[in-house]
């Protein structure tokens, strides 16, 4: 186990639907991340929150919003997702957002949108 | 943009050889990181390597960095029925942003028993 936990581990959902990601981090880290993998292409970084603000947002469509509450959790709310918004999506923590910090994943959410 | 880009992009051996995967970047960089991810799962982060760096051990993994062809390879010796698992590597570009890692497609490894 890394420390960071992810739930729900997988979800189906329409794409009227609205739904949320939830990350999890017991390692004291100041930033967290949400990353998406699809099949055959680089891991995407989404978004990036140091300090519970948000710090990158990487041309995200607003369908998809995140969420950091406190530096111990951060959520991915969905509403009007498409089908190829289908993915594994990877939360990740670090220390904090300055250089060479190893990055810390959770075990993702694979997500399906019907 | 894609940053890294690993090769072979699969690769399968027999249990106790070894396991060589290549990684190829385009711009100058701080450190590379490599990443283990077992099927559907989270990933793993196995080593990082410095720019001014050139090679780094942990365990039965070998780390080379040549900055000089913006190449890294990843060694895995001995290799076990346990090591099967998709392998990235990953950049921390020095122009851009610090946290920002760049993944490449990674290396699918299958270790036969």
């Known amino acids: 186990e890394t420390g960071v936990t992810q739930t729900p581990r997988h979800l189906v959902m329409g794409m009227t639907n609205k739904k949320s990601l939830k990350c999890e981090q017991h390692?004291?880290?100041?930033?967290m991340y949400w990353y998406k993998q699809s099949a055959k292409k680089p891991l995407e970084l989404m978004f990036v929150?140091?300090?519970?603000?948000?710090?990158e947002n990487n041309s995200v469509p607003s369908r998809f919003s995140p969420e950091c509450p406190n530096s111990s959790h951060l959520f991915l709310h969905l509403h009007t997702l498409q089908p190829e918004d289908s993915a594994l999506y990877l939360c990740a923590s670090s220390q904090d957002t300055s250089l060479g910090y190893t990055q810390y994943f959770g075990p993702g959410t694979r997500l399906t949108v019907l | 943009s894609q940053q890294g880009e690993e090769d072979p992009q699969a690769l399968s051996i027999q249990e106790g050889e070894n396991a060589t995967m290549n990684c190829s970047y385009k711009?100058?960089?701080?450190?590379l990181q490599w990443y283990r991810q077992n099927s559907g799962r989270g990933l793993v982060h196995l080593i990082l390597i410095r720019s001014n760096e050139r090679e780094k051990h942990s365990g039965r993994l070998r780390v080379t960095l040549d900055t000089s062809k913006k190449s890294s390879s990843l060694l895995i010796t001995a290799s076990r029925a346990a090591d099967t698992a998709s392998y990235f590597c990953a950049t921390e570009d020095s122009g851009g942003s610090n946290y920002k890692l760049t993944f490449g497609k990674g290396t699918l490894l299958t270790v036969n028993p």
């Open positions: 929150y140091s300090l519970e603000e948000r710090v």
């Open positions: 711009t100058s960089i701080n450190n």
């Open positions: 390692l004291g880290h100041n930033a």
